[in-house]
């Protein structure tokens, strides 16, 4: 399986290469392929905040190579280069406030740090270890496939027709994907017939790049409005939904892209079983439940502007990115560590305290 995924991987989202960052600008997918190069933290930061690049995955190892970026900078200036480092570390942190991988990686980063031997070049340590974080994403997707695809074997009867939200692919991640990555292994296995994807509103990542993703490694896909979910798995078959996660808490309660929640109640009701796969990095213990996860909200002008042109002065919009599933929605968490069904905090407490699987 890990040969065959491997083989068949086309897209990614993040290069380094030469002491530079180069992200893959997903505002202007599948339209154009343009990389960005950036050469500060100070650009990483605007990148991600701008969305250039996202995916809870993909926030959290481009914000490690920013602080690669921050050490070269602040290193070469002299003087207390830590204590100015700070600074840095401030502004990447703050990008983005719901997916926890960003700050993981930032503070397996900081850790790294303060692990310096005397004498060992900060610039290469933390370089090397911005390279294993998404070394490690990558393998972690490896995994999360194969146990994503033992549990879809497992409920095997004809073949699935899955239906998946936002984009949880190689463009999210340090490759193959989350979601995508168990949906691209099932086709390879046989197992789905057809992939839906919600159109994921205001930024259309559903129908920008999840359907781009697919089609171009030939697996079937459909887009649909994400308000036709619920007519889809009355009337389509619809199996499993499989989505990703920017966050999950300790009792399993997942935040996702706006949408995901009502996928949910609606699975549910149809008796469609709900797959979340995620990293156990986007696993915070640190929160009791989703009640405690911060929601961003993003500017206004993304739900009241048509083709460039304002709504109206006197029109309000609501416009938050994530909303929370609560766990007792979820039949399944798939991770680089094990899988858990039906979540609670006594089953997600257990899987954090295993080691990866491989």
């Known amino acids: 399986m890990r040969d065959r995924l491997m083989a068949a991987e086309k897209v990614k989202a993040i290069d380094w290469r030469d002491g530079t960052l180069y992200l893959l600008d997903q505002r202007i997918l599948p339209f154009e392929q343009t990389w960005r190069a950036c050469d500060s933290a100070d650009e990483v930061a605007e990148a991600i905040r701008t969305m250039v690049v996202r995916g809870a ?3 959290g190892i481009a914000a490690a190579y920013g602080l ?8 070469a200036q002299g003087g207390d280069w830590q204590m100015a480092l700070e600074e840095d570390f401030d502004q990447l942190v703050n990008a ?14 900081r850790e790294r740090l303060y692990r310096l031997k005397n004498g060992e070049d900060p610039r290469a340590a933390m370089e090397a270890e911005a390279a294993a974080i998404h070394l490690s994403d990558r393998e972690a997707n490896l995994t999360m496939a194969q146990l994503g695809v033992d549990l879809i074997r497992k409920h095997q009867g004809n073949l699935q027709t899955v239906l998946t939200h936002c984009n949880a692919g190689a463009l999210a991640t340090g490759g193959f994907g989350t979601a995508l990555g168990v949906i691209r292994a099932a086709y390879i296995e046989g197992m789905i017939e057809r992939v839906y994807a919600d159109e994921t509103r205001p930024w259309l990542q559903g129908s ?3 359907a781009w993703e697919l089609a171009s490694e030939s697996i079937p896909v459909t887009v649909t409005a994400d308000s036709a979910a619920a007519h889809l798995m009355k009337t389509k078959g619809i199996t499993w939904v499989i989505v990703g996660a920017d ?3 300790a009792n399993g ?5 706006i949408g995901t929640y009502q996928l949910a109640v609606a699975a549910m009701h149809h008796g469609v079983r709900f797959m979340v796969v995620a990293p156990s990095s986007t696993i915070d213990l640190n929160l009791a439940s989703g009640d405690d996860i911060p929601i961003e909200e993003r500017d206004a002008s993304e739900l009241l502007e048509v083709c460039g ?15 929370v599933t609560p766990a007792d929605l979820i039949d399944v968490i798939v991770t680089e560590k094990g899988v858990v069904e039906r979540p609670d ?3 997600l407490a257990q899987l954090m305290c295993r080691k990866r699987l491989h």
Request: proline share 6%; charged share 20%.
């Open 253 to 257: 309660d997942v935040a996702n892209k």
């Open 345 to 347: 905090t006594a089953r």
């Open 57 to 59: 995955p993909a926030i």
């Open 96 to 109: 983005r406030p719901t997916a926890v991988n960003l700050f993981w990686a930032l503070n397996r980063m």
């Open 208 to 210: 920008r790049l999840t």
């Open 68 to 75: 690669v970026l921050a050490v070269f900078d602040r290193y």
């Open 309 to 323: 042109r304002g709504l109206g002065n006197d029109i309000g919009a609501f416009n938050p990115v994530f909303d």
């Open 247 to 249: 966050r999950i808490t």
